[in-house]
């Protein structure tokens, strides 16, 4: 059983910054790719950014691009997000997201951040931006 935990979260002033961190368990690492997705009140939710655990690709959405960075430490089943330069509208709920490296997404890269290809979820960490 795939379990993702998310840790990192909490209230940040604007310019501010935070990391999150996911411990994933349950999977063999290299053969998936970790990721992001947030969700803020009233919106859908988005992929932020993921990582191709077995050759270090990473893919982000424009908003965050130039301030965050996903990073892996596979001997730690460890994903990470560290975010910079927060905006009030970078709050949401956070949620890390575990996808089977498949064929398809080895050659296309993960960036898609379609909702359909994420097979496990964690259980989300807040992030709260204050203006």
């Known amino acids: 059983e795939v379990h993702l935990a998310e840790s990192g979260g909490g209230l940040v002033q604007t310019g501010g910054s935070l990391r999150l961190s996911c411990v994933a368990s349950?999977?063999?690492?290299?053969?998936?790719?970790l990721g992001w997705f947030r969700q803020a009140p009233g919106q859908e939710r988005e992929g932020v950014a993921c990582?191709?655990?077995?050759?270090?690709?990473?893919y982000y959405v424009d908003s965050v691009k130039g301030r965050f960075a996903i990073s892996s430490d596979n001997a730690k089943n460890t994903v990470y997000l560290q975010m910079n330069s927060l905006k009030p509208e970078d709050t949401a709920v956070y949620y890390c997201?575990?996808?089977?490296?498949?064929?398809?997404?080895?050659?296309?890269?993960?960036?898609?951040?379609?909702?359909?290809?994420?097979?496990?979820w964690g259980k989300g960490t807040l992030v709260t931006v204050s203006s």
């Open positions: 990582i191709h655990n077995k050759d270090g690709r990473a």
């Open positions: 349950g999977i063999d690492f290299d053969d998936y790719v």
């Open positions: 997201t575990a996808e089977y490296l498949d064929l398809v997404t080895y050659l296309g890269g993960c960036g898609n951040f379609r909702l359909i290809d994420v097979d496990s």
